[in-house]
């Protein structure tokens, strides 16, 4: 049984900065994909970012060129930098993990955390 844990969320003006974390229970370098979802009120989960563990990456269009998904296998742990973030970012933040499948489609991944929440003001 694999867990992940998220960190890292918090309160930003838009233009601003955060980085998220997200640390498994097992060696990162056992893990097909590890990927960052969000879900904002009243919405469907929405995935952000993928990386795989031959280090391809998938971006969601809305993201890309602000956002970029990294792993640190040496410390079992996932980033998602996410920078010059807008109001439309707020939502709370998954980590997700599987060992056989990637990409951005939530009902691929076995593994979920908790979540992060990611507030962007005007």
Known sequence: QMHLVE???????????????????????SIGCMAWFRQAPGKEREG????????????????????????????????????NLKPEDTAMYYCAADYYVCGLLAPKYTYWGQGTQVTVSS
């Open 48 to 83: 952000v970012a993928a990386k795989a563990r031959d280090a391809s990456t998938s971006y969601t269009d809305s993201v890309k060129g602000r956002f970029t998904i990294s792993r640190d296998n040496a410390k079992n742990t996932v980033y998602l930098q996410m920078n």
């Open 7 to 29: 960190s890292g969320g918090g309160s930003v003006q838009a233009g601003g900065s955060l980085r998220l974390s997200c640390t498994a229970s097992v060696y990162l370098y």
